[in-house]
């Protein structure tokens, strides 16, 4: 199994991304701003062959999408849909 310093490049990555979110750069520019420049870094890193630190930063980029992301809200057709399909199937 991968250790989370192998993957991230840090011991726990939530404590690490809770520190990078008390940040000027995230107060300013939200979450999205924080990973596009984590990405830039990645960027940066890939250029001068530093490969393994790059697909770090892009692994802390990737947690960083899925801990701000929110799920769609359900619409009522969808809701329905799922319901008329529960009946079906019981007859």
Do not use: C, W
């Not at 991230?8 to 107060?27: S, W």
């Not at 490969?51 to 802390?60: L, M, P």
Request: proline content about 5%.
């Amino acid at each position: 199994m991968v250790s989370m310093k192998d993957m991230f490049g840090v011991d726990d990555v939530d404590a690490f991304v809770k520190q990078m979110e008390e940040t000027p750069l995230y107060h300013l520019g939200g979450p999205g701003m924080m990973i596009m420049s984590i990405l830039s870094d990645a960027q940066e890193l890939i250029e001068v062959g530093r490969k393994n630190e790059a697909r770090q930063y892009i692994n802390v980029a990737k947690h960083m999408v899925l801990r701000h992301l929110k799920p769609p809200e359900p619409t009522r057709e969808l809701l329905s849909n799922i319901a008329r399909n529960r009946k079906e199937k019981k007859t």
